[in-house]
């Protein structure tokens, strides 16, 4: 049994900062790839950054240069810092956590925070 519980989304004006996080907590035996995703009204849900258990980086090309993510594995959590945000970033972020069940050997499965709002208006 794993969950992932986001916090951090709010209301910021253009060009301020917010800073995600995800924490797992639960029985697992380990967290592999995490990633932020977006969802804005009307569209479909996007990746925004991933990171590996090992610290490996990748970055959606509208956000790179402004968001920043990593991960605190003795903490099982992941954070999304986000600076210089613009409207079009507004959007329910979600956190997702690839991870290995506790006697489930190499597979992985699928794990979603709740989703945390983040609105960028003036």
């Known amino acids: 049994q794993v969950q992932l519980v986001e916090s951090g989304g709010g209301l910021v004006q253009p060009g301020g900062s917010l800073r995600l996080s995800c924490a797992a907590s639960?029985?697992?035996?380990?967290?592999?790839?995490m990633g932020w995703y977006r969802q804005a009204p009307g569209k479909q849900r996007e990746l925004v950054a991933t990171?590996?258990?090992?610290?490996?980086?990748n970055y959606a090309d509208s956000v790179k240069g402004r968001f920043t993510i990593s991960r605190d594995n003795a903490k099982n959590t992941v954070i999304l810092q986000m600076n210089s945000l613009k409207p079009e970033d507004t959007a329910v972020y979600y956190c997702?956590?690839?991870?290995?069940?506790?006697?489930?050997?190499?597979?992985?499965?699928?794990?979603w925070g709740q989703g945390t709002q983040v609105t960028v208006s003036s």
């Open positions: 997702k956590g690839d991870i290995r069940r506790l006697g489930g050997g190499l597979w992985t499965y699928p794990y």
């Open positions: 639960g029985s697992f035996f380990s967290i592999n790839d």
């Open positions: 990171i590996t258990n090992g610290g490996s980086t």
